[in-house]
């Protein structure tokens, strides 16, 4: 299986649970540090050639609007769930904006959902 690479940008700096879920399925991750993180989501997602980004904020849309304001990411924002988010990659998104959801879980099914769509 070819390594699947994810940023994740986190307005509070977070993000570290989710990061666990992606390695936990055989992902790759870069964890922006530093508070408002999620505003740097697409410059370090174009540096890494990431095949997908996540941006936490209170709404879920700051850094996902200008990942793909900036780099025509196709961004999808306001989710609250990870079924939002696996229904999101299965619908071709590959910038997924979430309310405040540091939880391994998301991470772990974004992958899985990624891999099942793009490398199986």
Do not use: H, W
Not at 5 to 33: F, N, Y
Not at 70 to 84: D, F, L
């Amino acid at each position: 299986m070819a390594d699947v690479k994810v940023v994740i940008g986190d307005r509070l700096g977070k993000g570290q649970k989710v990061g666990m879920g992606v390695e936990a399925a055989g992902g790759s991750v870069t964890v922006i540090p530093g508070m408002a993180a999620d505003m740097k989501l697409g410059d370090i997602m174009k540096q890494e050639e990431a095949d997908f980004g996540i941006s936490f904020c209170g709404s879920g849309g700051a850094g996902a609007i200008t990942a793909q304001n900036k780099y025509g990411y196709k961004a999808k924002y306001g989710m609250r769930s990870v079924e939002e988010g696996v229904t999101a990659i299965n619908e071709g998104y590959n910038v997924l904006g979430f309310g405040f959801m540091d939880q391994e879980e998301l991470g772990k099914k974004l992958v899985e959902a990624f891999v099942k769509k793009y490398r199986s």
